[in-house]
């Protein structure tokens, strides 16, 4: 049997929005640290390293605060350090995701609420106070963005 990240997330009652989610690890942990197993780890960390440049541009462009990417900076020498950078990376990047899905429904509901369109911007502004657009964990380094 194999798990994705988003059965992970799933199983601690948090929400997954970010792309990803076709990494797949073994449950067996004798496998844990197979060379499979790490290959697939290499794969996903350089997918998120590239999704989290990607959704760094954009939060900049819309003017939103990000995390400081500590994941970046983290050692990934041996598979347990590129497991610990790649738990932090996850986070960063679903994190962004659901900041710039929530800057999308407010500025949506914005635009309804100009065009005299009160019902549909009411809808998507409590679609914005969803749970799922919020960032689940709060994010100490918001404020020191690079």
Known sequence: MRYTVVDLY?????YWVADGDEFQYPLNPN???SRAT?????AEWEFFIT?????????????IKFPRRLAM???TDTPQLLQRALHRIRDE????????QRSSLMKTANERAEDGLMDDAHQYFAWSMDVMYESDVEMSDDDDNE
């Open 73 to 75: 900076r983290m050692p």
């Open 38 to 42: 790490i290959n697939t780890m290499r």
């Open 10 to 14: 799933s199983a601690m009652g948090r």
């Open 31 to 33: 496998l844990r640290y």
């Open 93 to 100: 990047v679903n994190r962004m995701t659901q900041r710039l």
């Open 51 to 63: 999704r989290a440049n990607v959704l760094v541009e954009l939060c900049r462009e819309v003017n």
